[in-house]
């Protein structure tokens, strides 16, 4: 067993993965470091996959309560909790396990423990069975990811104050739970609860959820799950969860101040976003460089402050999202393969998983007017869609943002069923440089919920057809 490569991945995560494999596509000899039991890292292990999972199950399981409006007789509805949390990690064990084929079908040999720089291409790795072992390779790239953000005061046991992980594994539907933040992560295990029966309450620091996303949108999803049960506290902070007793007494207040309250829970989850996991990784012995919010500094081709060693993924700059790791790391591989590969950050998807589905790419409008872009918007409600309206999934709608000179598509937001596979037609489009009228003059498929999109891009120029 040889320890010397011409790579090492540190982190065998979406990114960390999709680098080590696309490098022995292209010939490279490499090693990937992962402490984990199964490959996958957090997405494929307590992210990304068992959450829709779950999503998909508490989905279903909603939609059959009201079955009989279209003539389905649904006798003794009910709910297998322990079943479904089966389900969810069959999901994961089938992810996981075709990870690891695909690194013995390309060769990838996985080292199995945690890593740590040693300078000059050298990485120690404890391994999990016991002992160490001094791996070298001319490139190191560094593809650990994140963790949970924590909350000051807030003590996370995973039973009753739970992260994302214990709520993905709660043995019994919390009568009342508390989320804490108003973000992606929480509202959709929010959903997954509330819809498994849970009376579901959203604390968010800020006067809105989703910070970031387009505001109208953020309204209007509001609105939404505000109809399926979620009450919200917003520019509200959590100062304490009391655990005394049998029931949690979470304390808060207004974020700009005010007068103090408490309410009840039997689950917290804190959902406030994540952190770069660097712990371990010797950065500082190594003289590797990171800003003040943790993130390792990298360079426009992901090299680190030290020649040999690159990081992609959460623990850089940018969006903590799976698909733009697996971007980064092909996008590394390549380019120690000699090849000039280019990630384009401005059309990077970004969905909420929830019913109806949150997606958007580009620009939002309060982003386009602090820019000062003109521009000009085209909006499509489902209602007005015949598909939609068959399927009674009208929540939403379709927003097109494209430059009021040029015509280019600079944003596209869409709250609907299924609009985090209808966001890809944007994504593509405004990848070539496309426009609102190339949309527009596209033909779409009747009946369908993407005939939305097209309707948006004809409102861009006043002239929808279903409107």
Same mark, same amino acid.
């Given at each position: 067993? *040889?320890?010397?490569?011409?790579?090492? @991945?540190?982190?065998?995560?979406?990114?960390?993965?999709?680098?080590?494999?696309? !490098? !022995?596509?292209?010939?490279?000899?490499? %090693?990937?470091?992962?402490?984990?039991? !199964?490959?996958?890292?957090?997405?494929?292990?307590?992210?990304?996959?068992?959450?829709?999972?779950?999503?998909?199950?508490?989905?279903?399981?909603?939609?059959?309560?009201h079955f009989g409006k279209m003539g389905i007789k649904v006798d003794n509805l009910?709910?297998?909790?322990?079943?479904?949390? *089966?389900?969810? &990690?069959?999901?994961? &064990?089938?992810?996981?396990?075709?990870?690891?084929?695909?690194?013995?079908?390309?060769?990838? #040999?996985? @080292?199995?423990?945690?890593?740590?720089l040693r300078g000059e291409g050298k990485v120690e790795v404890s391994l999990s069975e016991g002992g160490s072992r001094t791996l070298s390779?001319?490139?190191?790239?560094?593809?650990?990811?994140?963790?949970?953000?924590?909350?000051?005061?807030?003590?996370? &046991?995973e039973e009753r104050i739970v992260s994302s992980t214990g709520a993905l594994e709660l043995k019994d539907v919390p009568k009342k739970l508390v989320v804490i933040g108003g973000g992606v992560i929480g509202l959709e295990l929010g959903s997954?609860?509330?819809?498994?029966?849970?009376?579901?309450?959203?604390?968010?620091?800020?006067?809105?959820?989703?910070?970031g996303m387009d505001g109208e949108v953020a309204k209007n999803f509001q609105r939404i799950l505000k109809k399926q049960g979620f009450a919200f506290k917003l520019g509200s902070k959590v100062t304490g969860v009391d655990t005394s007793g049998d029931t949690l007494k979470v304390s808060l207040e207004p974020a700009k101040g005010g007068e103090a309250e408490t309410i009840d829970a039997d689950v917290v989850l804190v959902s406030i976003g994540r952190v770069p996991f660097t712990d371990g990784l010797g950065l500082d012995d190594a003289g590797v460089e990171v800003d003040k919010r943790g993130r390792i500094e990298v360079d426009t081709h992901f090299k680190t402050s030290i020649d040999g060693v690159y990081a992609i993924g959460d623990v850089i700059a940018g969006p903590m999202l799976a698909h733009k790791a697996m971007e980064e790391g092909t996008a590394v591989a390549e380019m120690l393969s000699g090849q000039k590969p280019h990630v384009n950050y401005d059309v990077i998807p970004g969905v909420v998983y929830t019913g109806p589905e949150v997606a958007a790419v580009g620009k939002t409008e309060e982003q386009l007017k602090d820019?000062?872009?003109?521009?000009?918007?085209?909006?499509?409600?489902?209602?007005?869609?015949?598909? %939609?309206?068959?399927?009674?999934?009208?929540?939403?709608?379709?927003k097109i943002l494209a430059h009021k000179e040029t015509d280019a598509v600079l944003g596209v937001h869409i709250i609907g069923a299924q609009a985090g596979e209808m966001i890809h037609e944007a994504v593509t489009v405004m990848e070539?440089?496309?426009?609102? #009228?190339?949309? !527009?003059?596209?033909?779409?498929?009747h009946p369908t919920l993407s005939e939305a999109t097209k309707e948006a891009a004809l409102a861009v120029h006043g002239r929808p057809i279903h409107m």
């Amino acid at each position: 067993m *040889s320890d010397t490569f011409d790579l090492i @991945v540190i982190g065998g995560g979406p990114g960390g993965y999709e680098c080590a494999i696309r !490098a !022995a596509q292209l010939g490279l000899n490499v %090693a990937c470091v992962e402490k984990r039991a !199964a490959l996958g890292g957090t997405c494929l292990n307590v992210g990304c996959i068992p959450s829709k999972a779950l999503l998909h199950s508490s989905e279903l399981y909603e939609e059959a309560k009201h079955f009989g409006k279209m003539g389905i007789k649904v006798d003794n509805l009910g709910l297998d909790l322990p079943a479904m949390l *089966s389900f969810k &990690d069959e999901a994961v &064990d089938g992810n996981t396990k075709g990870v690891e084929f695909l690194f013995k079908k390309n060769k990838i #040999e996985w @080292v199995k423990g945690a890593g740590k720089l040693r300078g000059e291409g050298k990485v120690e790795v404890s391994l999990s069975e016991g002992g160490s072992r001094t791996l070298s390779a001319t490139n190191i790239v560094i593809a650990t990811g994140s963790d949970v953000a924590r909350l000051p005061g807030v003590e996370i &046991d995973e039973e009753r104050i739970v992260s994302s992980t214990g709520a993905l594994e709660l043995k019994d539907v919390p009568k009342k739970l508390v989320v804490i933040g108003g973000g992606v992560i929480g509202l959709e295990l929010g959903s997954v609860w509330g819809r498994l029966g849970a009376e579901v309450t959203v604390v968010e620091f800020l006067d809105a959820i989703l910070p970031g996303m387009d505001g109208e949108v953020a309204k209007n999803f509001q609105r939404i799950l505000k109809k399926q049960g979620f009450a919200f506290k917003l520019g509200s902070k959590v100062t304490g969860v009391d655990t005394s007793g049998d029931t949690l007494k979470v304390s808060l207040e207004p974020a700009k101040g005010g007068e103090a309250e408490t309410i009840d829970a039997d689950v917290v989850l804190v959902s406030i976003g994540r952190v770069p996991f660097t712990d371990g990784l010797g950065l500082d012995d190594a003289g590797v460089e990171v800003d003040k919010r943790g993130r390792i500094e990298v360079d426009t081709h992901f090299k680190t402050s030290i020649d040999g060693v690159y990081a992609i993924g959460d623990v850089i700059a940018g969006p903590m999202l799976a698909h733009k790791a697996m971007e980064e790391g092909t996008a590394v591989a390549e380019m120690l393969s000699g090849q000039k590969p280019h990630v384009n950050y401005d059309v990077i998807p970004g969905v909420v998983y929830t019913g109806p589905e949150v997606a958007a790419v580009g620009k939002t409008e309060e982003q386009l007017k602090d820019e000062g872009v003109p521009y000009t918007a085209g909006k499509f409600p489902f209602t007005a869609n015949g598909r %939609a309206k068959a399927n009674q999934q009208t929540d939403g709608f379709v927003k097109i943002l494209a430059h009021k000179e040029t015509d280019a598509v600079l944003g596209v937001h869409i709250i609907g069923a299924q609009a985090g596979e209808m966001i890809h037609e944007a994504v593509t489009v405004m990848e070539y440089g496309g426009s609102a #009228e190339d949309i !527009a003059r596209t033909c779409h498929a009747h009946p369908t919920l993407s005939e939305a999109t097209k309707e948006a891009a004809l409102a861009v120029h006043g002239r929808p057809i279903h409107m």
